[in-house]
């Protein structure tokens, strides 16, 4: 049985640095706490709404705070970490002056279900940055990438460069190595997009969808990124929350640093694709910590007729 400690082991053995070791072990240690709360979030009163919009204009929930903290006191424990930058938190934290890892991360992910006893997860991504400055570079950047699914089990999903390793957390909080090398089907028909949104899609999305339901395709929307993602990783799909139509320069809901660029390494990691219309996610130069961008990933037969559809060339020279 490979647990994530001989993992971080064998991590080291083929080079990766101790200090990012460190930091990944933190991480791990802290998507394990925010599984235990969650499990008793209910019985401690830590469900509802908190009088608090974060920088998004969203309303904070307790557990959005909670999580957001715990990730903190990890980051903190790292000296090798420079910054955190989180979802809920306005600017990058300062974390230790002569650290060269930020530590990006949204720490809970689709927190809408958190009430519902529904998936929600952790998404997190580390970059080299000794200034703040370092922080706003292209998703090709990431060091680490992975994303902590809290449902009917916790899995923890990442690459640090090489593969996708899945684990899940067993009852004395081990994570074991469930899957070695996660890949993404490149052939599915299941397609998540929330349908209610259907006045906003572009020409291109409208068309897509309207072909896949005549082809018979499937539809999931979990309201969880996390949640569809990891259903993605597992039976294949595609993932779409196009930007508005009418305010294409709004970029749609979800965020470049902690949202599209982590999940996008790992769907490339994977042998999918992750395209916000015609250029890929893991190019885009970030203007901003919040920066939104429409995103499109998963299997990557779907995603590259997305791509064609935007015109765009999504050719892999290096994966032919
Ligand atoms: P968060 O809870 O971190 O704000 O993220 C929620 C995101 C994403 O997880 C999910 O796919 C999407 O919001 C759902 O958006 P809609 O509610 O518009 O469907
Ligand atoms: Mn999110
Ligand atoms: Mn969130």
Known sequence: MTTFETFLEGQKANGLSGELI?????????????????????LDGLTGATEETNVQGETQKPLDILSNDILLDACRKVPSVSFAVSEEL????????????????????????????????????????????????????????????????TTLVL????????????????YVLTTADAKIVP??????????????????????IEDAIDSGHNMRWVGSMVADTHRI?????????????????????????????????LVEAAGGEAIIGDSKILDIEPTGLH?????????????DKLAAAYGARVLEAAAE
């Not at 690459?159 to 004395?172: A, C, H, R, S, W």
């Open 233 to 265: 990783f597992n039976r294949g799909g595609v993932f779409l929350y196009p930007a508005d139509r009418n305010k294409p320069a709004s970029g749609g809901r979800l965020r470049l640093l902690y949202e599209a660029n982590p999940i996008g390494l």
């Open 22 to 42: 460190a930091v990944l072990a933190e991480i791990a240690q802290a998507t394990r706490k925010i599984s235990d709360t969650l499990k008793t979030s209910a």
């Open 291 to 303: 920066q939104r961008v429409p995103v499109i990933f998963g299997s990557k037969a779907e995603v």
């Open 187 to 208: 052939e599915a028909k299941e397609f998540a997009i929330n349908a209610a949104r259907r006045a906003s899609w572009d020409d291109v999305v409208a068309a897509y």
């Open 90 to 153: 306005d600017a990058e934290v300062a974390i230790h002056a002569g650290g060269k890892y930020a530590v990006i991360f949204d720490p809970l992910d689709g927190s809408s279900n958190l009430d519902v006893n529904v998936t929600v997860g952790t998404i997190f991504s580390v970059i080299e940055a000794k200034t703040a400055q370092d922080i706003l570079k292209t998703g090709r950047h990431q060091l680490i990438a992975g994303y902590a699914a809290y449902g009917p089990q």
């Open 159 to 174: 690459t640090t460069g090489k593969g996708v390793q899945i684990f899940t957390l067993n009852g004395d909080g081990i």
